[in-house]
Nanobody
Framework: QVQLVESGGGSVEAGGSLRLSCAISGFGKSASGQCVGWIRQATGQERKGLVG????????????YYDETERERITISLDIDNNMAYLHMNNAKPEDSGVYTCAVRNGYCLMDLNYRYWGQGTQVTVS
């Protein structure tokens, strides 16, 4: 059974930083590699992809930004040995508020949000 569990949400002051964690279990490695992504959904809005990280054969191969302009503000990392993914965001803004969810798929990170497995999400409020 695949499980993704996010943690680290809460209240953040505008201009501050946030760090979210995603614990991944039960997701078997595939020959095509896998992508772990972070997605945000603000109240009343559609899901928005933020960033993904692609790994294969036990090695991180690259990161993928849904919006390249966020590259300086958002960082994703992956601890393959411990099956943990992390999202770090600097200079948080009120519009960053929402439910942050991690998700995983086989293969490359792509612009769509067709991840196979999703966590429940963690709420972040920036004010």
């Amino acid at each position: 059974q695949v499980q993704l569990v996010e943690s680290g949400g809460g209240s953040v002051e505008a201009g501050g930083s946030l760090r979210l964690s995603c614990a991944i279990s039960g997701f078997g490695k595939s020959a095509s590699g896998q992508c772990v992504g972070w997605i945000r959904q603000a109240t009343g809005q559609e899901r928005k992809g933020l960033v993904g990280i692609y790994s294969r054969d036990g090695t991180v191969r690259g990161t993928f930004y849904y919006d390249e302009t966020e590259r300086e503000r958002i960082t994703i990392s992956l601890d393959i040995d411990n099956n943990m993914a992390y999202l770090h965001m600097n200079n948080a803004k009120p519009e960053d508020s929402g439910v942050y969810t991690c998700a995983v798929r086989n293969g490359y990170c792509l612009m769509d949000l067709n991840y196979r497995y999703w966590g429940q999400g963690t709420q972040v409020t920036v004010s």
